[in-house]
């Protein structure tokens, strides 16, 4: 066996003990530092948070509301809307919101986000932000928060929407006429509809109307949208003659849950900020949603009999869209009205005009979100409270009469959603088609346009 040779091996070792010793002698020669102590460290981060702007608590409560808003649309929205369509059509309600998840992602990476909130002119922001140029982990449009993480917050805001519109038209529409008419949709109401309200535009400084967490962003816009589609799609074949009970009420009143939970994202979230207003939209939106669950059980208990869970599921949604515009800006008393108004008045909806106007809107989209929407924007003005957001004591110390502003804000939104709806419907049809063949509603749409089966056995 080969040795190494001694005198290379003696070297080495040499030249280790030299180094030893100078380091020796640096350390005696130098005076050990002090380690900093923790009120030091608490003193220098907070120096870097004040030169910056940024705060780790708004942030981690931002990124948790993005996560919980996503929660709503998959699986909250899916199941709540899945629950009630026949069981041939539930994996539809699915595909629709997951490729509808994609196409809202792009878009608004590619030119949405910046057309929402970059400066621009009243109606529509400007390039500034496209492909997500400049955002990054700096703090941006909100101050305190990365402007990554509240671009992300608002793209769950931009996916949900256009999925609501998917209860008037279940069971119904073409794959891929849904896909087409949500692209443009998006570009043709969602954006500039974000950009007027919460990116400066028309909404918020020409009106000076107010929306917390999207009243007419969100819920009107999708709702008149959806009232309008369904119209021009026409009933489902054998609505009104054949029976079409939900084929699981379990799944809806999941979702309805999971929706409950997901709504606090949606609304605190709202606030920007993990701050006092967060907390009282937080506490609104729970009593809003309760009340009007309870209310939409005991108007069906009181006219129809019996208190249905579906009945329950529906009156938690409606309270919660009631709530939603005026989240952080009315205070928890106020919220005991929105929700017994909020599950009351888009029950009779539902109950009765929509049967007085023979539409079919499937899962009841327009009567839950449409009216659900309108009701809690205008009450918005109504109840507004100066001693809970100052933005409210602003406006008011201006002489702005904000339900009048709000009146004005719910006419554009109706008329523009309308009025867009029936131009892009007709788009889609003249280039993909609308509806699914009757053999293709008959058969399901699940095995018909995407060859699974929610069920099998």
Same mark, same amino acid.
């Given at each position: 066996?080969?040795t190494?040779?001694?005198?290379p091996?003696?070297?080495?070792f040499?030249l280790?003990?030299?180094?030893?010793?100078?380091?020796?002698?640096?350390?005696?020669d130098?005076?050990?530092?002090?380690?900093?102590?923790l009120e030091?460290r608490?003193?220098?981060?907070?120096?870097?948070?004040?030169?910056?702007?940024?705060?780790?608590?708004?942030?981690?409560?931002?990124?948790?509301?993005a996560?919980?808003?996503?929660f709503?649309?998959?699986? !909250?929205? @899916?199941? *709540?809307? $899945?629950?009630?369509?026949?069981k041939?059509?539930?994996?539809? %309600?699915?595909?629709?919101? #997951? +490729?509808?998840?994609?196409?809202?992602?792009?878009?608004w990476?590619?030119?949405?986000f910046?057309?929402?909130?970059?400066?621009?002119?009243?109606?529509?922001?400007?390039? !500034?932000? @496209?492909? *997500?140029? $400049?955002?990054?982990?700096?703090?941006?449009?909100?101050?305190? %928060?990365?402007q990554?993480i #509240? +671009?992300?917050?608002?793209l769950?805001?931009?996916?949900?929407?256009p999925?609501?519109?998917?209860?008037?038209?279940a069971e119904?529409?073409?794959?891929?006429?849904?896909?087409?008419f949500v692209?443009i949709?998006?570009?043709?109401v969602?954006?500039?509809?974000?950009?007027? %309200?919460?990116?400066?535009? #028309?909404?918020?400084?020409?009106?000076?109307?107010?929306d917390f967490?999207?009243g007419?962003?969100?819920?009107?816009?999708?709702?008149f949208?959806?009232?309008?589609?369904?119209?021009?799609?026409g009933?489902?074949?054998?609505?009104?003659?054949?029976?079409?009970?939900?084929?699981?009420v379990?799944?809806?009143a999941?979702?309805?849950g999971?929706?409950w939970?997901?709504?606090?994202?949606f609304?605190?979230?709202?606030?920007?900020?993990?701050?006092?207003i967060a907390?009282?939209?937080?506490?609104?939106?729970t009593?809003?949603?309760?009340?009007?669950?309870?209310?939409?059980?005991?108007?069906?208990?009181?006219?129809?009999?019996?208190?249905?869970?579906?009945?329950?599921?529906?009156?938690?949604v409606?309270?919660?869209?009631?709530?939603?515009?005026?989240?952080?800006?009315?205070?928890?008393?106020?919220?005991i009205?929105?929700?017994l108004?909020?599950?009351?008045?888009?029950?009779?909806?539902?109950?009765?005009?929509?049967?007085?106007?023979?539409?079919?809107?499937?899962?009841?989209?327009?009567?839950v979100?449409?009216v659900?929407?309108?009701?809690g924007?205008?009450?918005?003005?109504v109840?507004?409270?100066?001693e809970?957001?100052?933005?409210?004591?602003?406006?008011?110390a201006?002489?702005v009469?904000?339900?009048?502003?709000?009146?004005?804000?719910?006419?554009?939104?109706?008329i523009?959603?309308?009025?867009?709806?029936?131009?892009?419907?007709?788009?889609?049809?003249?280039?993909?088609?609308?509806r699914?063949?009757p053999?293709?509603?008959?058969a399901?749409?699940?095995?018909?346009?995407?060859?699974?089966?929610?069920?099998?056995?």
């Open positions: 066996m080969k190494l040779p001694l005198i091996n003696l070297r080495v040499a280790m003990g030299l180094c030893f010793l100078s380091a020796l002698v640096g350390r005696a130098t005076p050990a530092e002090t380690p900093p102590t030091q608490i003193a220098e981060l907070e120096s870097k948070v004040n030169a910056s702007g940024f705060d780790s608590g708004d942030n981690a409560w931002m990124m948790t509301s996560a919980l808003v996503l709503m649309s998959l699986p !909250g929205l @899916a199941l *709540f809307y $899945g629950g009630i369509v026949r041939k059509n539930v994996l539809s %309600v699915f595909a629709q919101i #997951f +490729a509808i998840a994609g196409i809202a992602a792009i878009a990476w590619a030119i949405g910046s057309l929402a909130f970059d400066e621009g002119n009243a109606f529509f922001g400007g390039t !500034g932000f @496209a492909f *997500f140029n $400049g955002v990054g982990g700096d703090p941006g449009t909100l101050g305190t %928060v990365s990554n #509240f +671009a992300i917050f608002q769950t805001f931009a996916i949900i929407t999925a609501l519109m998917i209860g008037a038209i119904r529409m073409k794959f891929s006429a849904v896909l087409l692209t949709w998006l570009f043709a969602y954006f500039p509809f974000a950009h007027m %309200v919460w990116g400066g535009g #028309f909404l918020a400084t020409t009106i000076q109307a107010i967490a999207g007419t962003v969100v819920h009107m816009t999708s709702g949208s959806a009232l309008v589609l369904c119209i021009i799609l009933k489902r074949k054998g609505y009104g003659t054949q029976p079409m009970p939900p084929h699981s379990v799944l809806t999941i979702g309805t999971m929706l939970v997901g709504w606090y994202g609304n605190a979230g709202s606030a920007g900020a993990a701050d006092g907390g009282n939209a937080f506490a609104t939106t009593f809003a949603a309760a009340i009007a669950g309870l209310t939409w059980g005991f108007a069906e208990w009181l006219l129809k009999g019996k208190p249905s869970v579906l009945g329950f599921s529906s009156g938690v409606a309270g919660l869209v009631a709530i939603t515009p005026a989240a952080g800006f009315v205070s928890v008393g106020a919220s009205i929105f929700g108004l909020g599950g009351l008045i888009p029950f009779l909806a539902v109950a009765y005009l929509k049967k007085a106007l023979g539409y079919d809107d499937a899962l009841d989209t327009f009567g979100h449409g659900g929407g309108l009701l924007a205008i009450l918005t003005g109840f507004a409270n100066g809970v957001n100052g933005l409210v004591a602003d406006l008011k201006e002489g009469n904000l339900v009048a502003e709000q009146l004005k804000a719910v006419g554009v939104t109706a523009w959603s309308v009025v867009a709806t029936i131009i892009i419907a007709f788009i889609v049809k003249a280039l993909v088609g609308l699914a063949a053999e293709v509603e008959s399901g749409l699940d095995v018909s346009e995407h060859g699974e089966e929610g069920y099998i056995g």
